[in-house]
């Protein structure tokens, strides 16, 4: 196996762990070879000392100055300081182009680069600095020099000190302070806020015995400390809080020339120190918390040491380069190499860790070459790294597992520790939600539904959600019908009190009757245009009878009818009764009052039972209140009759359709005509009206209506909820959450307190909730279990037991997997349903065992011989350990029936044998043995069933998992 990173690869071998002995301990990963090359990326012809720009904006950019003591093939004594640019772009050209270049007066002995620091906006490239062959100190901006802003490149020269400046360093927290060494042991703080006239400081009195400082280094950790060795073999540590010097350490074992110091990275009180002596060239690790010896020693070159830089990266990283030509790359806290630099051909005297690019340094030697190497991601040979670089592994990490728990890494703030600090938490991401969910679930379970509804309307961001959240809320009165026709603005008493107070005033009848007479009359006249022969018949017949004689059969003689007596039954057979004058408009347009005709006749119908008769006569001559008194009085039939006569010739006044849709119990009719905009209206009339079997389908009628016909979703959904229809209800709902704007977890969330309210009404309650809210239970409880809220989760994955859902049977079977010692993860104290099914593939038969024969003696039966046990060998189990007697018939080992089929009777009888004890409740004791096995001389052997692998000592029982029919993906769970 190869893994590949981006500066490394790692070789690894897998090794099979069945091939170790069972009592040694399997390492089935072995590290074989890693593979990480140092490369030569660019290349100047430069014999220069190297400084790397601290600017992460121009990381690319390093600065050359030409090295004191060294002359080139032409002989060029002038000095150069030149800014090179660093392209790391794939197939880039190795050479470096020049961005600027300055003359110098004199040679540098070491380069440092400064960054920015406040009241320098001049200098946006930071300011360089120089140390000096004649002991001056040149200052030089930067980015004047690659001419981004205008003026003079040389900003000051300073002469402090009298003899060559080897040691220089910026200081990382303020970069206004540079600090130098040169001869004498000494040391000078520049405080460069005014680069161009810097003021000078001491860090203390110099040390004995005097001698040329080759190196000074800023604490790393510490902005006030300063380190500082030389050609004496001693270094001292300077406070500069304190003016003086707090340690000085020296090897007095081997007083030899130091020529170069570092701090460690990470570490505050570490600091590495080399020697240039060609007799003892040891880089020593010192730790100032005890400073009496060295606490390491890194061996390896073989002439002086010249130059050290640690790695800012990784405190695991040091280089040095020596007079050897050689630059090695060491672990500092281990002594090991980790890897070597390709050799130049004269001394290695400068290198450089790029301080914002990680893999990438510098070096300079002798023959004439500035070098930048990275290590690459491909190659092999002499110079591969031997450890993964520390910029390539994680300083933290964190991830999140089941339950809401976060399990986070971090390095230990202890520097001697190397074990990284693992955290276990159950951070809160949703604090809304959860809040959401925790009130949710104390309403219900203290019967408060009705106050969380009350309390939804006070907080509703709409009106249409206010609406539905008092709509259910009125569903938990007694009083039900009362409120509703409330809440769509028909109440009783407000009505009636409206009704009563009405005033003539008030009907804004205009003069002449309700109907202008004019209009009334070119009615009439429009209608006789219309249809003349229609309304001449009409004319005809209202003269026709308009005698009262006509009108009941008479001769005409007023005097005769008065006067006469009944008509005798013999003489008038009700066979023979003439029939009531068919049923037509009346023929006239407004009420007759008291007529003295009129009534005469109709009080002789009504004297003689003819109320037909007289009820007819009342509705031609618009009298239809006495019709309906006298309809009243003939019977029901004929009131019923009336009353249908009453209604249709009225149809066009709304009330009086509504009243025929109520007398006439039409309400379905008058659902399917209703008008969805006068949808309160219609859904009054069914709440007072709809008997209790009826209303559910009347109400679902409506709602359909509404959303098909009206596009009213919104109404619609109150008359689902009337009608106790959760399908379509939460239909609705999941189309509007679909297009609600808003975080998925509350949105989820207004849902689920919608359906949790719904469910618990008289109207919708279910045994079984719809697959859609177990589906939406089921989300809803992984978005609990991933905050932590196990308990709570659980209790809606119960709910949504019943719904047939796959994904919350998956989600139960997980809780209760995931921690057994919480007791809300077994409800009832029993394993839940597991969501596959199960297929018992039996026991392998073990491997026949060669019993010797004794003279004389009967053969005893051997088992069957098993092709797939001596293949597989432990893989299917080891041999039963059952002793068969001479005296007793070997057992019979069943057929192996093929796998995933049906066991046949005899392989179930057997398997019953060996079969594994049902699971127990949570918290029950295992048994120790199968039911029913054989006894022997030999232990029982116990079997897990938990964990992932079979105990080797034992017999072994395989099961196979098949997927569900539930399950919409090609999946296989295995329990």
């Not at 409880?781 to 719904?803: C, F, H, P």
């Amino acid at each position: 196996l190869v893994i590949g990173f981006t500066a490394a690869v790692f070789v690894v071998r897998l090794q099979d762990a069945s091939q170790d002995p069972p009592s040694s301990p399997s390492h089935p990963i072995e590290l074989v070879a890693s593979v990480s090359c140092i490369e030569t990326s660019h290349q100047a012809k430069r014999s220069a000392t190297v400084a790397w720009s601290p600017l992460s904006s121009h990381r690319g950019l390093i600065a050359v100055g030409t090295v004191a003591n060294a002359i080139d093939d032409s002989f060029e004594t002038t000095a150069d300081l030149e800014i090179l640019s660093i392209d790391f772009s794939p197939n880039s050209a190795k050479e470096m182009p020049s961005k600027g270049t300055v003359k110098s007066s004199e040679r540098f002995h070491r380069l440092a680069w400064g960054g920015m620091s406040a009241g320098m906006n001049s200098f946006p490239l930071g300011i360089l600095a120089g140390g000096m062959v004649d002991g001056s100190i040149g200052l030089w901006n930067p980015a004047a020099i690659i001419k981004e802003v205008e003026g003079e490149a040389l900003v000051a020269k300073v002469q402090k000190h009298k003899g060559p400046v080897r040691g220089l360093d910026f200081n990382v927290f303020k970069p206004n302070l540079l600090a130098s060494g040169a001869t004498e042991s000494e040391i000078l703080i520049w405080d460069l806020a005014s680069p161009a006239s810097p003021n000078v400081y001491t860090p203390g009195a110099a040390s004995q015995p005097f001698a040329d400082i080759s190196s000074v280094a800023w604490n790393p950790k510490v902005e006030h400390i300063l380190a500082s060795t030389g050609a004496s073999g001693s270094s001292v540590v300077w406070d500069l809080r304190q003016k003086r010097p707090v340690i000085s350490f020296t090897d007095s074992s081997t007083k030899t020339s130091r020529s170069a110091l570092a701090w460690n990275p990470e570490v505050a009180t570490q600091v590495m120190v080399a020697s240039d002596d060609d007799t003892t060239p040891v880089v020593q690790m010192w730790d100032l918390r005890n400073a009496h010896s060295p606490a390491k020693t890194l061996v390896g070159h073989t002439r002086g040491i010249l130059d050290i830089s640690w790695c800012p990266f990784d405190a695991a990283m040091l280089l040095t380069c020596a007079k050897d030509n050689r630059t090695l790359c060491w672990n500092p806290s281990t002594g090991q190499i980790l890897c070597e630099l390709p050799s130049s051909s004269n001394w290695n005297f400068d290198v450089r860790w790029s301080p914002k690019l990680p893999a990438i340094l510098t070096s300079a030697s002798f023959d004439g070459y500035v070098n930048i190497y990275s290590l690459a991601d491909t190659g092999s040979g002499p110079s591969s790294i031997k450890q993964a670089p520390g910029w390539l592994k994680r300083p933290v990490g964190a991830s999140f597992g089941f339950g809401g728990q976060l399990v986070s890494f971090n390095k230990s703030a202890n520097p001697d520790a190397h074990r990284a600090v693992v955290h276990i938490r159950k951070p809160c991401t949703e604090p809304e939600f959860i809040e959401r969910a925790e009130a949710l679930d104390v309403a219900m379970a203290q019967g408060m539904l009705k106050e969380f509804c009350q309390k939804k309307v006070e907080t509703a961001d709409s009106p249409d959600e206010a609406n539905e959240w008092q709509f259910m809320n009125i569903l938990f009165d007694e009083d039900t019908r009362r409120r509703l026709t409330n809440f769509v603005g028909y109440s009783r008493e407000d009505i009636s009190s409206q009704v009563l107070a009405l005033q003539l005033k008030d009907l804004k009848i205009s003069e002449g009757g309700s109907l202008h007479k004019k209009e009334k009359k070119k009615k009439v006249e429009e209608k006789e245009e219309a249809k003349p022969a229609e309304t001449a018949s009409q004319e005809t017949e209202a003269v026709a009878n308009s005698s009262v004689d006509t009108l009941f059969g008479g001769s005409g003689e007023g005097d005769d009818f008065l006067g006469g007596s009944a008509p005798v039954p013999a003489q008038n057979p009700p066979e023979a009764r003439p029939q009531p004058v068919p049923e037509s408009k009346p023929l006239v347009d407004e009420p007759i009052g008291p007529n003295e005709v009129l009534d005469e006749a109709i009080k002789k119908a009504i004297i003689c039972g003819e109320f037909e008769a007289a009820v007819d006569c009342c509705f031609k001559f618009g009298r239809m209140a006495d019709a309906l008194l006298l309809a009243a009085t003939g019977g029901k039939e004929l009131f019923q009759r009336t009353q249908e006569r009453y209604l249709q010739l009225h149809e066009a006044q709304p009330f009086v359709k509504i009243t025929r849709s109520i007398v006439n119990h039409q309400l379905q009719s008058l659902v399917e005509h209703s008008d969805p905009a006068a949808w309160k209206e219609t859904l009054a009339i069914l709440v007072t009206y709809a008997t209790a079997d009826e209303f559910a389908t009347l109400c679902d009628n409506l709602a359909t209506r509404l959303k098909e016909v009206g596009k009213n979703t919104k109404a619609a959904i109150l008359c689902y909820i009337c009608a106790g229809n959760v399908d379509k209800t939460v239909d609705i709902w999941l189309q509007e959450e679909a297009w609600a704007a808003g975080y998925s977890s509350i949105k989820l969330q207004n849902l689920i307190e919608k359906i949790c309210v719904l469910l618990v009404l008289d109207v919708c309650k279910q045994e079984v909730v719809p697959n859609v809210v177990g589906d939406k239970y089921a989300e809803y409880a992984g978005i609990l279990a991933s905050q932590g809220r196990l308990s709570l989760a659980m209790q809606y994955l119960v709910r949504a037991t019943a719904a047939d859902s796959l994904s919350a049977s998956v989600l139960r079977e997980r809780i209760f997997n995931s921690d057994v010692r919480n007791f809300y993860s077994v409800p009832q104290h029993q394993h839940p349903t597991f969501p596959f099914e199960l297929y018992d593939v039996g026991v392998a038969p073990a491997r026949p065992v060669q019993q010797p024969l004794s003279s004389g003696s009967a053969g005893v039966p051997q088992q069957a011989y098993n092709a797939v046990a001596d293949a597989f060998g432990d893989a299917f189990g080891a041999p039963l350990n059952v002793q068969p007697q001479a005296t007793q018939p070997a057992m019979q080992v069943p057929q192996q029936q093929p796998m995933g089929m049906p066991m046949q009777p005899q392989a179930q009888q057997y398997n019953q044998q060996f079969a594994a004890p049902q699971q127990p409740a949570y918290g029950g004791q295992m048994q120790n043995t199968y039911p029913g096995q054989m006894q022997s001389a030999q232990p029982a052997y116990p079997v897990s069933r938990r964990g992932g692998g079979f105990s080797t000592d034992g017999p072994r029982r395989h099961r196979m998992c098949r997927r569900s029919s539930l399950e919409a993906s090609p999946r296989v769970g295995c329990r």
